[in-house]
């Protein structure tokens, strides 16, 4: 099966090309120095190049922040991209994969949220993520929407052809490599205790998304290891496995001066079967714990 992975450069695609290529799937490889995903002609000519019977859309500005100052920006890649790579895949009968986030619901639930449950998203990040949903649903008969949320892991080394072990200065870091960073050079680390979410092994994710490519699955489908937590605990849970647990404070969101509201509680939940694939990922405490083991199992 010929698929073609657009963002594959990404935290999330850095992980799911190497277990595409172990699973001998044909995989076609698109960073943003290969397509430009807000202008549709792009799109065009760079996949009907390729010819692929699945699409994977991992692009995205995904810096909250940015998207809140640069809303344009935001919705051309996030929204029109999707739409535009949607429409090639509906010209040639492709099955069309879009990567999504937790950010699409507004944290009021008071629990995880489902795929059943309805986005309102409460920042321009979450809205160009989920108007990309719709464009995508209009546009393609074949589609599969996959929400991941708080994705940590280390970008895939392309050269060694190795996962490397989470290490010190890496350039392209997740949160829980940021924070370590910072205690080791002596700093205190102070993170929110009050916003909570679904940390997800981008690993385990791609795994998962394996699976559901294989089947060919459509429909909205969360990808999240299994719990919810805050910013704070995860914190705690990364430092108690290196050793650095005394270089940790807690604060309350209210400290941090962010332009862009946060879901208090973005949390994802998987059901049990999605078109016959478990996605039922393992609790975000083995998958931390499996980050840092010399194995990355």
């Given at each position: 099966?010929?698929?073609?992975?657009?963002?594959?450069?990404?935290?999330?695609?850095?992980?799911?090309?190497?277990?595409?290529?172990?699973?001998?799937?044909?995989?076609?490889s698109?960073?943003?120095?290969?397509?430009?995903?807000?202008?549709?002609?792009?799109?065009?000519?760079?996949?009907?190049s390729?010819?692929?019977?699945?699409?994977?859309?991992?692009?995205?500005v995904?810096?909250?922040?940015?998207?809140?100052?640069?809303?344009?920006?935001?919705?051309?890649?996030?929204?029109?991209g999707?739409?535009?790579?949607?429409?090639?895949c509906?010209?040639?009968?492709?099955?069309?994969?879009?990567?999504?986030?937790?950010?699409?619901?507004?944290?009021?639930?008071g629990?995880?949220?489902?795929?059943?449950?309805?986005?309102n998203?409460?920042?321009?990040?979450?809205?160009?993520?989920?108007?990309?949903?719709?464009?995508?649903?209009?546009?393609?008969?074949?589609?599969?929407i996959?929400r991941?949320?708080?994705?940590?892991?280390?970008?895939?080394?392309?050269?060694?052809?190795?996962?490397?072990?989470?290490?010190?200065?890496?350039?392209?870091?997740?949160f829980?490599?940021?924070?370590?960073?910072?205690?080791?050079?002596?700093?205190?680390?102070?993170?929110?205790?009050?916003?909570?979410?679904?940390?997800?092994?981008?690993r385990d994710?791609?795994?998962a998304?394996?699976?559901?490519?294989?089947?060919?699955?459509?429909?909205?489908?969360?990808?999240?290891?299994?719990g919810?937590?805050?910013?704070?605990?995860?914190?705690?849970?990364?430092?108690?496995?290196?050793?650095l647990?005394?270089?940790?404070?807690?604060?309350?969101s209210?400290?941090?001066?962010?332009?862009?509201?946060?879901?208090?509680?973005?949390?994802?939940?998987?059901?049990?079967k999605?078109?016959?694939?478990?996605?039922?990922?393992?609790?975000?405490?083995?998958?931390?714990?499996?980050?840092?083991d010399g194995?990355?199992?």
């Open positions: 099966m010929r698929v073609a992975v657009i963002g594959s450069s990404s935290l999330f695609g850095s992980y799911l090309i190497p277990i595409l290529h172990d699973e001998q799937y044909d995989v076609i698109i960073t943003h120095n290969d397509i430009n995903c807000g202008d549709p002609e792009s799109v065009r000519v760079v996949l009907a390729i010819e692929p019977e699945v699409v994977i859309n991992c692009a995205a995904t810096d909250v922040e940015i998207c809140q100052a640069q809303p344009e920006h935001a919705f051309r890649i996030n929204a029109l999707a739409l535009y790579v949607a429409q090639f509906a010209r040639v009968g492709s099955l069309c994969v879009y990567t999504s986030t937790d950010f699409v619901f507004d944290g009021e639930k629990e995880s949220y489902t795929e059943d449950d309805c986005p998203p409460i920042n321009v990040y979450g809205a160009s993520k989920y108007a990309g949903e719709m464009l995508l649903r209009q546009a393609c008969p074949q589609w599969l996959v991941m949320a708080s994705l940590f892991g280390t970008i895939w080394d392309q050269e060694s052809g190795q996962i490397p072990r989470p290490r010190f200065g890496h350039s392209k870091r997740s829980v490599d940021t924070i370590i960073e910072k205690a080791r050079m002596g700093e205190v680390v102070r993170v929110v205790d009050d916003i909570y979410m679904s940390p997800t092994y981008a994710a791609s795994r998304l394996e699976r559901l490519v294989r089947q060919r699955a459509t429909g909205i489908v969360h990808l999240a290891n299994a919810r937590c805050s910013w704070y605990e995860l914190a705690r849970e990364t430092f108690e496995i290196v050793g647990s005394h270089f940790l404070e807690a604060r309350s209210h400290d941090y001066p962010y332009t862009a509201r946060r879901p208090k509680d973005s949390s994802l939940r998987s059901s049990e999605n078109d016959g694939v478990d996605t039922i990922l393992r609790p975000w405490q083995q998958a931390i714990v499996g980050y840092f194995k990355h199992q």
